[in-house]
């Protein structure tokens, strides 16, 4: 396999580890009050694997241009936008 090759597998791959990582940690989730069916150690576990993941994903998407520091936004979130004052009275006026 060529370097895009495999690059693009370890992608597909890093992104299946997560998903299936995040539905483990959502489908054992429990209720306030009552015992979590994994231990705490499988849950630190869980935890290092995905920051391991996506600090790699992270490298794979710096190395190819395509990363960007912007955090997702939650429709239910209010947003803040900054501007500068100089462009709001050029827009005014």
Known sequence: M???N????????LGAVRKTL???????MTQPGLKHPLSQATQKMIT????IVTSRQI??????GAHTRMKPVYTDEQT?????IDDLKKTLN
Do not use: G, H, P, Y
């Open 80 to 84: 803040v936008q900054s501007f500068s």
């Open 48 to 51: 290092d694997c995905l920051d």
């Open 22 to 28: 995040i539905a483990v940690a959502r489908d054992t």
């Open 2 to 4: 060529n370097n895009n």
């Open 59 to 64: 490298v794979i998407e710096k190395s190819s």
């Open 6 to 13: 495999t690059q693009n597998f370890e992608t597909r791959l």
